[in-house]
């Protein structure tokens, strides 16, 4: 495991704005914005194959937040690109952004252009993914260790409650780039690691998934059960990985059978678990995430200084980071229904086809 982790040196909700900044004519501190330009937020955003999250929701509701409040704003998607990243970033900068949000595809071309933007005298935030060793004034997220210890929590019913003898564990980690992924794995690894301990549970295939990409994650786990064939539980590190074994699975009528966790509560994700394939989800309420890291860099582009009752650990930048950190939230098929009622899931999304009777089963209407 790499050494980034990051540590919660508070607890507590986010407060934002209230000092503002001086309205001189001079550059504001790259922490605040300036507010001698006009309020414009550039957001970059990582993807859209390793989960369906960023197109679907993220990007939605940080829209929402921005047109609400009246301020320019510019949100791409490097579609995994670290070259397109880095321009995109330089042409906002350019282009008159004065808070810039990044969603960092690796910690070093993250590094890169926050600090090009700190120089530029641009405000700086973090969303989802902490850059280590960056520079980015701010940090949104959820609490990632939380994340994993209730998809570790959730594969531990899951096996229990079928009644498991001495099973044989699976883990598909997300990608070793991604701080995120690392913290995952602290926290389901922290639960996993008692069983493993005990002989209560057997330690089998553990492996990163680079770039948190589907189609290697099939090929990784149809390895895994070739070589152990006698796996009894996966713990999968999001929806999309998660999918990737049961579709393995299937090929040797193994779904089902074999409790997968996950992450994201996708529309996939939620189908897996209705279907009884897939044994849990974390949920995690994107909205307030990206509500929280609008209020944010609103209050920044106008100038104001964002002040937040929490602090995460940059363990390779040595500093600490003023953050939000919101809660998840574990998934089963007794509380889908809370992810629709939530609003981050539609019915006529889930629904669909033979999944009809499987969510009135549910109490989904």
């Known amino acids: 495991m790499r050494k980034g982790i990051l540590s919660l040196m508070a607890v507590g909700v986010l407060a934002t704005g209230g000092l503002t900044a001086c309205g001189d004519d001079k550059a504001a501190d790259p922490g605040t914005g300036s507010n001698t330009k006009k309020a414009k937020i550039g957001v970059i955003l990582p993807d859209s194959k390793s989960s369906a999250r960023w197109e679907t929701a993220d990007r939605k509701y940080l829209e929402q937040a921005f047109k609400t409040a009246g301020v320019d704003y510019d949100i791409q998607n490097a579609q995994n690109d670290k070259a397109a990243f880095q321009t995109i970033a330089e042409q906002m900068i350019t282009g008159g952004v004065n808070v810039l949000m990044i969603v960092n595809l690796d910690s070093g071309t993250g590094k890169a252009v926050l600090d090009k933007a700190k120089a530029a005298g641009v405000a700086t935030i973090d969303y989802d993914r902490l850059t280590l060793g960056g520079s980015a004034a701010y940090y949104v997220s959820f609490d990632n260790v939380a994340v994993g210890k209730l998809q570790g929590e959730g594969l531990v019913k899951c096996l229990t409650d079928a009644k498991a003898s001495k099973p044989i564990i699976a883990e598909l980690n997300g990608s070793q780039t991604d701080n995120n992924a690392t913290l995952f794995k602290q926290g389901y690894d922290g639960v996993l690691k008692a069983k493993y301990d005990s002989a209560e549970y ?75 394939d897939q044994c849990m989800t974390v949920y995690k309420a994107v909205k307030q995430e990206a509500d929280a890291a609008a209020k944010l860099a609103i209050g920044l582009a106008k100038g104001e200084k964002g002040a937040t009752s929490q602090k995460v650990t940059d363990p390779e930048g040595k500093r600490e980071v003023d953050a939000v950190l919101l809660t998840p939230k574990s998934i089963t098929k007794d509380n889908v229904k809370d992810v629709i009622d939530d609003g981050y899931v539609t019915v006529a999304e889930l629904c669909t086809g033979d999944f009809a009777a499987k969510c009135a089963a549910a109490g989904i209407k």
């Open 202 to 276: 057997v330690k089998g295939p553990d492996q990163w998934v680079a770039e948190w990409d589907n189609t290697t994650a099939g090929t990784v786990f149809e390895q895994m059960l070739t070589s152990t064939p006698n796996i009894a539980g996966v713990l999968a590190a999001n929806d999309g990985l998660g999918n990737a074994a049961i579709n393995i699975l299937k090929k040797q009528k193994l779904n089902g059978k074999v409790p997968v966790t996950g992450q994201d509560a996708t529309v996939q994700g939620l189908q897996n678990i209705l279907n009884g």
